[in-house]
């Protein structure tokens, strides 16, 4: 193939990546939510409300609902700010942020070992290995923007898991983003549920805006 038939080609190539990379991100999202659509998420906040009496109790039980999170219907942010409003802030924020990075861990194990085998369904090595580099290039952005959304948080650590991306990189990159989630989280249930809710919206709306203004630099 001469030069100028490559260079027509190689746009058509990385179309053809970009498509099946976003109907990946689509399938591992599918994954994500499907325990939510079997199950719904109402069992999570009586296992707090057994033990909100009881503040190491109620930390430990938060603590492990938020490590199930990407395998199991849990509502984070409920669970953070319940913790929050019944042990303090000071619990909703530890207990937040063990449990976020314990959840990234569960999370980065689920997408290497089973959604990982999946993953050269849709790509051969090579397009793996671009996919793998591409994402190690903005994966503190990534984890940083998508932690505070829902599904997309999950869905970000498997498929950088599936890719092929270490679990120290995963976690360096995440540790920061699930503190400030817990403490954001926890300062606002600590007031009043509206202010929660607020909160919630807010980060999410900041993340968005922020990851749209940097894909366009």
């Not at 976003?22 to 998420?41: K, S, T």
């Not at 990407?70 to 984070?76: D, E, I, L």
Request: hydrophobic share 60%; net charge positive.
């Amino acid at each position: 193939m001469n030069p100028v038939d490559e260079a027509a080609k190689a746009p058509d190539d990385t179309r053809r990546v970009a498509v099946k990379a976003g109907l990946f991100v689509l399938f591992v999202m599918a994954v994500v939510c499907l325990p939510f659509l079997l199950l719904g998420e109402t069992f999570a906040l009586p296992l707090l409300a057994a033990r909100e009496h009881q503040q190491l109790g109620l930390v430990v039980i938060a603590v492990v609902l938020l490590a199930a999170d990407s395998v199991a219907p849990v509502p984070s942010v409920l669970v953070i700010d319940f913790l929050a409003m019944k042990a303090g802030w000071l619990a909703g924020l530890v207990g937040g942020a063990l449990g976020l990075t314990a959840g990234v861990v569960l999370a980065w194990w689920f997408g290497r070992a089973a959604v990982g085998r999946i993953a050269p369904r849709f790509f051969p090595d090579s397009e793996l290995a671009r996919l793998r580099a591409g994402l190690q290039r903005r994966l503190p952005l990534t984890m940083a923007c998508w932690r505070s959304v829902p599904v997309l948080a999950e869905t970000s650590v498997i498929v950088a898991a599936a890719a092929g991306v270490p679990l120290r990189r995963v976690v360096a990159t995440t540790v920061l983003p699930n503190i400030v989630i817990a403490l954001t989280y926890s300062l606002a249930a600590d007031h009043s549920p509206a202010i929660a809710a607020l909160a919630f919206f807010a980060t999410i709306a900041v993340s968005l805006v922020f990851w749209r203004r940097s894909a366009r630099a």
